[in-house]
């Protein structure tokens, strides 16, 4: 069903209009060319650009008193982590997660001494015995 509009935008041929949900008034609907319709203005920034924008931004600070710059965010994160070390629970709670999460994977390797090699070894002849190693699964 297609609406027909008249010259002043309003729906032509409904002369009982009911106003309710979703239904207002004509007179108090927003009319063409109305600024308060028409949300935020193209090519300004929204709110992820602005906190991006302010957390890279370079800003001055004193570390061990010699004067740095910095981006914002490092300094925060450089924050927390010295309130950490001072024992502040909170910032150890927020500080040990953001280590866990981005730590090189380097360092979480382990690499095998002798002990461990002769396990792997022993784990070996085991499932050799048992006829399991090798075994894929699926038919």
Known sequence: MTAVYDKNGDPAGEPNYE??????????????????GKGRPKGSPNLKTMV??????????????????????????????????????KAVDRFLPLVERFEDAQEAVVIPTEDTREDLAAIE??????????ETDGA
């Open 52 to 89: 991006n924008r302010i957390a890279n931004e370079k800003v001055r600070a004193k570390i061990q008193g010699k004067p740095v710059k910095m981006k914002r965010k490092e300094l925060m994160l450089l924050h927390v982590a010295t309130l950490a070390c001072q024992g502040d629970l």
């Open 125 to 134: 002849e085991y499932l050799r015995y048992h006829g399991r190693l090798g």
């Open 19 to 36: 106003v309710g949900y979703g239904r207002p008034p004509r007179t108090t609907r927003f009319k063409k060319g109305n600024k308060s």
